[in-house]
């Protein structure tokens, strides 16, 4: 096959200072990854049916009276977020794995936190797009008007899904050459999100019944940030050598 | 400084030593034939040069620096066995997503430019898991060249392409020899191998058996250099 004679100018390397170079990396991977979902759906349709056949089983067995739901409300949204995100942060690395996607990552002159970053941006926003879905249909199946504190609310599920979705997105590239990668990941992640689900059950319980935060529960709002820190610190510090082995 | 620079690489896959105190430089501008059997040490070497796997003692150096670091993987193209693209994106955006990555001033650019070189051009909108396997590995090694990289790594390049694809390879890397550029391949085709190559190197059960240049005799008889120092040689060495 003759090579058509295209007139090339030498390729440019962009000269940019590292950490502008590392968020647009970033970006580059969270866009890839959002648009490789959205075009399959493959991992949203399974969370999006999965959290809500159980919010509806939910609320057909146990039709919960007002003070029943004050009380469940959060354990339930926050169970359900979990297990629906698995289904999301399973496929995170997974689907790297065709056509061997994640050497050509690797071997790519992007770092092993700049690849971490952009994966848990994407699953960031594939979750709480699972979540926004999720807060109406609770509202309408449990009778709760959610709205009333929507901004507290949402800042607590921004909070909670971080937490939930950096750990995920660590333990899906640890997990991402196991075989029963779909079984070891919420074994090997749930006990370690015990500190970032309790804290995002206590507040999300008043908040979406309506109730403000009071003073006492602030105590959860600093172990929530506390999580998302340390475990975004240890993840973008540890990546790097799960990655390359 | 030579381009690849390899001093006593070991690499253990559990208690298996898979490649044993492998030590040998490439050449600014030299095409190195990787040979050796099944399970000799080649994929393994390869990937530890690409910086997909540490070695267990030992270093490498690519451009003067470890494989690991960005300037490294700058300088480096990697063509594995799998074609490393995304089945969900169209063919521009695959190049686009790379050429991003890679940090080239132009992407756009690039990634047209690449298309049009492979003969893409007119399917650039469409999705990768719509094209045929040749236009799959056109697309790959346009992926590889993207952003020119000064030492090309390739593992078993013509294993499984169709004519037009390894065609286009082959005047690809002659193009890239005449640039000057360093090659590493590893490849069961020793007759297309011995062609391009200028060095050869090759791996016994883990060990380097033999380096130095491609000789005139081992293109005349390919098998020769098995037959010198294969598998045999060195059992009874």
Redesign the interface.
């Known amino acids: 096959?003759?090579?058509?004679a295209?007139r090339?100018e030498?390729?440019?390397?962009?000269m940019?200072p590292p950490r502008l170079?590392f968020f647009?990396?970033s970006l580059?991977?969270a866009w890839?990854d959002l648009?490789?979902e959205l075009?399959?759906k493959e991992a949203l349709n399974a969370s999006f049916a999965f959290a809500l056949v159980i919010l509806l089983l939910f609320s057909i067995a146990f039709e919960p009276t007002e003070d029943q739901t004050r009380q469940i409300s959060g354990g339930l949204l926050w169970l359900v977020f979990a297990f629906a995100g698995a289904l999301i942060l399973n496929r995170s690395f997974a689907r790297e794995l065709?056509?061997?996607?994640l050497?050509?990552?690797?071997?790519?002159?992007?770092?092993g936190a700049a690849l971490f970053l952009g994966k848990a941006l994407a699953n960031f926003v594939l979750l709480s797009a699972v979540e926004f879905v999720c807060l109406p249909v609770f509202g309408v199946l449990y009778n709760v008007r959610w709205t009333a504190q929507f901004w507290p609310l949402a800042g607590v599920i921004a909070l909670g899904t971080w937490g939930l979705t950096v750990v995920g997105t660590v333990f899906s590239a640890l997990t991402v050459n196991l075989r029963l990668r779909e079984l070891m990941l919420p074994m090997l992640v749930y006990p370690i999100l015990i500190p970032c689900l309790l804290a995002a059950m206590q507040l999300t319980a008043p908040l979406v019944m309506g109730e403000p935060l009071t003073a006492d529960l602030a105590q959860w709002v600093r172990l929530l940030v506390a999580f998302d820190v340390i475990f975004s610190a240890l993840a973008l510090a540890l990546i790097?050598s799960v990655l390359?082995? | 400084m030579n381009p690849v620079e390899i001093a006593g690489v070991w690499k253990y896959y559990g208690d298996f030593p898979a490649l044993r105190d492998i030590s040998f430089n490439v050449e600014p501008g030299a095409t190195m034939a990787l040979l050796g059997r099944n399970g000799a040490g080649k994929t393994t070497l390869l990937r530890i040069l690409a910086g997909l796997s540490r070695p267990g003692r030992g270093s490498i150096r690519i451009c003067g620096a470890d494989a690991r670091d960005r300037s490294a993987r700058l300088s480096i193209g990697v063509l594995g066995h799998g074609i490393s693209l995304y089945e969900e994106l169209s063919a521009i955006e695959n190049l686009r997503l790379f050429a991003r990555i890679y940090g080239l001033e132009d992407p756009e650019r690039a990634a047209s430019e690449w298309l049009e070189r492979t003969g893409l051009d007119k399917v650039r909108d469409g999705l990768v898991r719509e094209f045929s396997r040749g236009m799959r590995q056109r697309l790959a090694v346009a992926r590889a060249f993207l952003h020119s990289p000064s030492v090309l790594l390739l593992d078993e390049p013509f294993t499984a392409l169709d004519d037009r694809a390894i065609a286009l390879l082959q005047s690809l890397l002659r193009d890239a020899i005449a640039e000057g550029r360093t090659v590493v391949l590893s490849t069961h085709q020793l007759r297309e191998a011995l062609q391009l190559a200028t060095h050869v190197a090759l791996l016994v059960r883990g060990r380097l058996a033999y380096t130095g240049v491609r000789t005139a005799e081992m293109l005349e008889e390919p098998g020769w250099l098995y037959r010198q120092y294969g598998e045999s040689q060195s059992a009874s060495a």
């Open positions: 096959m003759a090579v058509p295209v090339r030498p390729v440019r390397i962009r940019t170079n647009r990396q580059t991977v890839k648009r490789s075009r399959t065709a056509n061997d996607c050497d050509a990552l690797i071997a790519a002159p992007i770092s790097e390359v082995r």
